[in-house]
């Protein structure tokens, strides 16, 4: 399922090349034909990302959410205009033997001024400027192909919802959620919704996910699930965030020191901004240069604990443990998170 920092890509591409004009909404599957009535032919005027919903908003006030959940995904096409933060183009989105997007202050300064290059040894997409011809889909995976072709293109598959304008064209597949809502529907929707550190930031917040964790007897590792308690933390930055804050998983939320509960909050606030920057779910910490590139192009050499189950714990040697943890598998060092 993509994590948060797949949202908000996803909603930087609306941004580039769909906020500010006239939107064609259709349903070609027919699932979605009557709510894409209702904004068929609407200026989209917003698109906003909370943890792992997307917002979009049409000038007569209604809204498109989406909730990708496992299978959904986003296919753009047409003349794509994508900005730095969309540049780890042919290659998957956090779990990726691709390269991501060289962002800037998280990269070991011998790397600020390398460019990010793919196959054919240029810019992996266009980076600012104008807007080329090209395909582009979005989910966990995040691929891109510019080869000829005729626009718009014909939906292909179960496309629930088509959104097209004069130049561009986003195929919606298999979302959990995807409805059009007015503007107190959404407002109830976010509000159950806990903070994210793109869109909530301050001290204030920072003190009520502390308040919400510790008040709590479920075990941390659950809490960190809990998309009302933060919004879009998954199953991978979950299991590294504990790591690196070297909390067992299965410590009470009560149990948890308020100081290690903030800084879980803020280390979350720094992993989704690298995260969007780079396409990358990057969780480790002070590489060398030579490092920072093997992860960029590897995730086996980019995670602390994930998907590294029985291989020795790069700290201390002993294996690291996967288990499951209501119903999702779990990554951790029973030594450095004793």
């Given at each position: 399922m993509p994590e948060g920092h797949s949202?908000?890509?996803?909603?930087?591409?609306?941004?580039?090349?769909?906020?500010?004009?006239?939107?064609?909404?259709?349903?070609?599957?027919?699932?979605?034909?009557?709510?894409?009535?209702?904004?068929?032919?609407?200026?989209?005027?917003?698109?906003?990302?909370?943890g792992k919903?997307?917002?979009?908003?049409?000038?007569?006030?209604?809204?498109?959410?989406v909730h990708l959940?496992?299978?959904?995904?986003?296919?753009?096409?047409?003349?794509?205009?994508?900005?730095?933060?969309?540049?780890?183009?042919?290659?998957?989105?956090g779990q990726t033997n691709q390269r991501g997007t060289?962002?800037?202050?998280?990269?070991?300064?011998?790397?600020?001024?390398?460019?990010?290059l793919d196959s054919r040894g240029e810019d992996s997409i266009a980076?600012?400027?104008?807007?080329?011809?090209?395909?582009?889909?979005?989910?966990?995976?995040?691929k891109e192909d510019d080869t000829a072709f005729a626009f718009p293109p014909a939906p292909v598959g179960a496309v629930r919802a088509r959104l097209l304008t004069d130049t561009a064209v986003a195929d919606l597949r298999g979302p959990t959620a995807c409805e059009v809502l007015d503007e107190a529907a959404v407002a109830r929707v976010i509000a159950g919704l806990g903070p994210d550190p793109l869109v909530d930031d301050g001290p204030e917040v920072e003190?009520?996910?502390?308040?919400?964790?510790?008040?709590?007897?479920?075990?941390?590792?659950?809490?960190?699930?809990?998309?009302?308690?933060?919004?879009?933390?998954?199953?991978?930055?979950?299991?590294?965030m504990l790591f690196r804050a070297g909390l067992n998983p299965h410590t009470p939320g009560k149990k948890v020191p308020?100081?290690?509960a903030r800084a879980l909050w803020r280390d979350w606030a720094r992993l989704l901004d690298t995260g969007v920057r780079t396409g990358q779910m990057?969780?480790?910490?002070?590489?060398?240069?030579?490092?920072?590139?093997?992860?960029?192009?590897?995730?086996?050499?980019?995670?602390?604990?994930?998907?590294?189950e029985g291989l020795p714990c790069r700290v201390c040697g002993t294996n690291i443990v996967m288990e499951m943890m209501a119903a999702r598998k779990l990554y951790w060092c029973p030594v450095c998170q004793a």
């Amino acid at each position: 399922m993509p994590e948060g920092h797949s949202v908000h890509r996803i909603a930087l591409q609306f941004k580039r090349n769909f906020v500010g004009k006239r939107v064609a909404v259709s349903s070609p599957q027919g699932r979605f034909s009557a709510d894409a009535a209702l904004i068929d032919g609407q200026v989209m005027v917003d698109a906003r990302a909370i943890g792992k919903q997307l917002f979009l908003e049409f000038e007569n006030g209604l809204w498109l959410r989406v909730h990708l959940g496992i299978y959904g995904a986003w296919d753009f096409a047409g003349e794509i205009t994508v900005d730095d933060t969309i540049r780890s183009a042919r290659g998957r989105m956090g779990q990726t033997n691709q390269r991501g997007t060289v962002p800037g202050e998280d990269v070991p300064d011998a790397l600020l001024d390398t460019p990010v290059l793919d196959s054919r040894g240029e810019d992996s997409i266009a980076s600012m400027g104008a807007p080329r011809r090209a395909r582009l889909r979005m989910s966990e995976s995040e691929k891109e192909d510019d080869t000829a072709f005729a626009f718009p293109p014909a939906p292909v598959g179960a496309v629930r919802a088509r959104l097209l304008t004069d130049t561009a064209v986003a195929d919606l597949r298999g979302p959990t959620a995807c409805e059009v809502l007015d503007e107190a529907a959404v407002a109830r929707v976010i509000a159950g919704l806990g903070p994210d550190p793109l869109v909530d930031d301050g001290p204030e917040v920072e003190d009520r996910v502390a308040e919400t964790i510790t008040s709590k007897q479920t075990a941390v590792g659950q809490l960190l699930m809990d998309q009302s308690v933060m919004s879009g933390v998954g199953n991978v930055y979950r299991a590294e965030m504990l790591f690196r804050a070297g909390l067992n998983p299965h410590t009470p939320g009560k149990k948890v020191p308020k100081d290690t509960a903030r800084a879980l909050w803020r280390d979350w606030a720094r992993l989704l901004d690298t995260g969007v920057r780079t396409g990358q779910m990057m969780t480790m910490d002070d590489l060398s240069p030579e490092d920072w590139a093997k992860a960029m192009a590897s995730r086996e050499d980019r995670h602390w604990v994930y998907k590294r189950e029985g291989l020795p714990c790069r700290v201390c040697g002993t294996n690291i443990v996967m288990e499951m943890m209501a119903a999702r598998k779990l990554y951790w060092c029973p030594v450095c998170q004793a």
